[in-house]
């Protein structure tokens, strides 16, 4: 998808049903900055961390038939940059009219969708500030995004020192 490596290491084991997360723990796409905060924030993830995860959605699209959402975010939806959060600021974004959850629309061309998280990204200050380095620098995006993807990747696996180890050589061998 043309964006940074991202270097992965196994070490995440099977467990037993009852070691599952509850259910409700995702963060709700219809909300604002203080749940994101609060979903997030309870994973250990910052404001910055926050705001370059949700630079993810450079990538993919929502679904009517998935969350009840529709539509991509950006005109590339299978290579990651930075369009995220150029378009966040670059773009004028109004409420959707249609039969669906609010969403937001680009007043442009009417193709590219925002959910309210997402705005919530531009409204809010601390949020903003980061969001707007990552649409003057896409290098600065990449670097920050390997690193808080990589450590949302781990969360709370069980690595033992021989794994690390391991995949310590296979990355830098390239
Ligand atoms: C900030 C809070 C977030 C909210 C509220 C949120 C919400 C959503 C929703 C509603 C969809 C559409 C699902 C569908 O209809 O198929 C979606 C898709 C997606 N999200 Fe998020 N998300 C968040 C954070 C993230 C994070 C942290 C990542 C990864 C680092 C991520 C990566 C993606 C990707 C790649 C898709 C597209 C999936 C596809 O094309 O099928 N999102 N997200």
Redesign the pocket.
Known sequence: MQGPAIPWRPGRTDRDVSYCTPDGR????S?DQNH?RA??GRMGFNDQE?VA?????A??????D????SGPWTFS?TVLTNDYFKLLFNEKWQWKKWNGPKQFEDVSTKTLMM?P??LAIVKDKSFRATAEKYAKDNDLFFNDFQKV?VK?FELGVPFTTDESARMTFKVYEE
């Not at 995702?26 to 796409?29: E, H, I, K, Q, R």
């Not at 995860?53 to 959605?57: D, M, N, Q, T, V």
């Not at 990538?59 to 009517?64: D, F, P, Q, V």
């Open positions: 995702l963060p709700d796409a909300k994101l979903i997030f926050i995860l949700s630079g993810a959605h990538l993919g699209r929502c679904h009517t998935r969350s009840g959402f939806p959910l998280t997402d993807i949302l």
